[in-house]
């Protein structure tokens, strides 16, 4: 395989690539999803700290020391979520071997991405809004 500027690629090298592009962007498929996941473990361990619903703006995640290592945790899994999203769709693309694999897959992943979004913008449970208190 040769690129525009007539540089040479294996077929070994372009396996890596695609290998490591899908096992990248399966990470990436569920990441929001995580957060979405730990967000409401904490909220749920929240509420049996507190011996209530917590509720925003009254009841800060960070406020209950017992949370903290779960809390910096989804932090830090909302961070990745963020930080993530630009490199995904292109990688989903590229890591299947046609164009239209590609596109499937990265219409697969997209829509992953916005059902997550959708959720955490619909937040039925108020766990959102108490979290980024």
Known sequence: MQDARGIQFSPETV???RRC???YTWAGLFVPWVFILLAHAEWLLAWRELGQRPIAWQHDP??????DPLHIFTGLTLVASIAALPLVLPLAFFSKES???GAIWMLV???AWVLALLYIF???LVVMEWWMD
């Open 109 to 111: 992943v997209g829509l």
């Open 99 to 101: 164009v239209a694999k």
């Open 122 to 124: 619909w937040d039925p």
């Open 62 to 67: 960070t406020s209950i020391r017992s949370l």
């Open 15 to 17: 396996a890596a690539f």
């Open 21 to 23: 592009a899908s096992i």
